[in-house]
Nanobody, 127 residues
Framework: VQLQASGGGLVQAGGSLRLSCVPS????????VGWFRQAPGKEREFVTS????????YYVDFVKGRFTISRDNARNTVYLQMKRLKPEDTAVYYC?????????????????????WGQGTLVTVSS
């Protein structure tokens, strides 16, 4: 399974974007999905994760109240709605999918717990 992340772009501070993550060559309805981001010169960091059912999600503190992860398994798509964007949100955003019930119980923050990754989509927030 390969993942395709899309929806990035240039937006002014305070604006919104919605990212999408779609698998090619398969389905990820039974997988948990996470979003990570990597800013220039920085390490990749966890943003949010969601269980396979969509019933459980977790967020890193600096996006709580601004970002929302959701999924539509009928459409085989996971979304990341981002609001009130800040210049420090500028990064390449990656979606990733992983197996296991751990997505139901805690945020899955370790990249090594994911089996499949997308190519990333660039989000640039201007001040």
């Amino acid at each position: 399974v390969q993942l395709q992340a899309s929806g990035g772009g240039l937006v002014q501070a305070g604006g919104s974007l919605r990212l999408s993550c779609v698998p090619s060559g398969g389905t990820f309805s039974s997988y948990g999905v996470g979003w990570f981001r990597q800013a220039p010169g920085k390490e990749r960091e966890f943003v949010t994760s969601i269980s396979w059912s969509g019933g459980t999600s977790y967020y890193v503190d600096f996006v709580k109240g601004r970002f929302t992860i959701s999924r539509d398994n009928a459409r085989n798509t996971v979304y990341l709605q981002m609001k009130r964007l800040k210049p420090e949100d500028t990064a390449v955003y990656y979606c990733a999918a992983g197996r296991g019930a751990r997505f139901d119980n805690a945020p899955v923050t370790n990249p090594h717990d994911y089996d499949y990754w997308g190519q990333g989509t660039l989000v640039t927030v201007s001040s």
